[in-house]
């Protein structure tokens, strides 16, 4: 029998056990602590943890660091767009001695056992096992609880932005380091974090498409920036079959997790699930403080913190608009842009409104701006040309299909 088993069904069922029992008091800390250490011990019976250890990288430990203080800067400047509140964890010694043993008991019994289970799978299937253990591992028995009757939409899609999505992101982050450098890798990742989350007096107090939006970019630039700094030797002694010929490196695992993360977080921002919408500036009403082609970050607020001084996006006449709010009167925002001279001719009602301006990116939105020209040059050349453009269609599909061919070419030639 695969000595991993074990181990893997001790996870599953102390995982449904601290999530079903909640005790109260000393035993709250108690308890998920006794668990995390049982998994630890069969870890160490499951696994040769002395190759483990010795197979952490110093320059791995001090990225991994690097990795967990952007995160936690990305999260303090957060604040800044948002709030700042008092930490409601009480902070006396007995609590700080407390938790100071349950985290430290969750990170060995989770990292231990996740750096053997990947360890014993990781080499066959990497992307496969990547994924699983960062699935396991993040908040899924509370998301499917979730999927229970009665079903609430919007708690789901909540917690799938505010909780979930940044947990998987950051559990992806984990079980590649555990994988590349033994636990010690992912513990030097996670245990700053768990600090200032459980310790820090003073905490962001961020919207939840803000905590989102930091919660998935930070750990997947982190993951983007890690795996493409780590050496190939680093991978080949993790267990990796990894080749470098001629410039091209066949096989960068984690390439296709971070395209599918950042194709998730693409369309849960784009379709502003995630709280946050994108929307590109196309008029210089609020000039000075954003111009024509700058991206609009607007974060969905509810109507009663928003306050004169804020830029909101709201419903028009004219389309969406985003101008300052001047006043609030009788319930309704009386606008303007900051280049015009005169106030909008219509108050806003709540209702139009859908959100507050979180940020501005300079310029980004000129490449939709050209992009729909484009599309409208092109919409309209082949309703005036409708032969011309088959004609150049055609021709465009065979040059492709021509250097298609010798690139696939090329690359094959690389790889072999």
């Not at 990795?67 to 303090?76: D, P, T």
């Not at 360890?119 to 299937?125: A, P």
Request: glycine share 8%.
């Amino acid at each position: 029998m695969d000595r991993n088993v074990p181990l893997i069904c001790a996870l599953i069922a102390i995982q449904i056990l601290m999530y079903l029992y909640k005790p109260s008091g000393y035993f709250a800390y108690f308890f998920p602590s006794i668990c995390w250490i049982s998994v630890a011990l069969i870890a160490l019976w499951s696994c040769d943890f002395r190759e483990l250890l010795l197979n952490f990288n110093n320059y791995v430990l001090l990225v991994a660091l690097m990795a967990s203080l952007f995160q936690i800067i990305m999260q303090i400047d957060g604040g800044l767009f948002s709030k700042y509140g008092r930490s409601p964890v009480v902070l006396t010694p007995v609590n700080v001695i407390l938790n100071l043993m349950m985290i430290s008991a969750s990170l060995i019994g989770s990292e231990f056992s996740r750096s053997c289970i990947l360890r014993s799978y990781g080499k066959r299937k990497f992307i496969l096992a990547i994924l699983i253990v960062s699935i396991f591992y993040s908040r899924t028995f509370a998301l499917i609880s979730m999927l229970y009757p009665p079903v609430k939409p919007f708690s789901i899609v909540e917690f799938l932005g505010s909780k979930y999505l940044p947990d998987l992101a950051v559990n992806l982050l984990a079980s590649y380091l555990a994988f590349i450098s033994g636990p010690l890798g992912s513990i030097v990742y996670l245990a700053p974090l768990k600090l200032f989350q459980w310790f820090s007096p003073i905490l962001p107090d961020l919207t939840w498409g803000l905590e989102s939006l930091i919660g998935v970019v930070a750990p997947t630039v982190s993951l983007i920036v890690i795996d493409n700094a780590i050496p190939l030797s680093v991978l080949r002694r993790a267990g990796l079959r990894i080749e470098f010929k001629g410039g091209w490196s066949k096989d960068r695992p984690i390439g296709f997790i971070v395209v599918v993360l950042a194709f998730v977080f693409a369309v849960w921002l784009s379709t502003g699930l995630l709280g946050v919408f994108p929307s590109v500036v196309l008029s210089g009403s609020m000039r000075p403080t954003m111009d024509v082609g700058d991206i609009a970050l607007v974060v969905k607020v509810p109507a009663s913190k928003i306050k004169p001084g804020d830029v909101i996006l709201y419903f028009s006449d004219g389309g969406m608009t985003l101008h300052r709010v001047m006043e609030i009167r009788g319930g309704r925002f009386i606008t303007k842009g900051d280049a015009n001279k005169v106030i909008d001719f219509n108050p806003i009602h709540p209702s139009q409104v859908k959100g507050k301006l979180l940020l501005v990116i300079p310029k980004i939105g000129w490449i939709s701006i050209y992009l729909k020209r484009c599309i409208g040059f092109i919409v309209s050349f082949i309703h005036g040309y409708y032969l011309l453009s088959i004609v150049i269609a055609s021709i465009t599909v065979l040059i492709a299909f021509y250097y298609a061919r010798r690139m696939r070419r090329k690359f094959g030639r690389w790889c072999k």
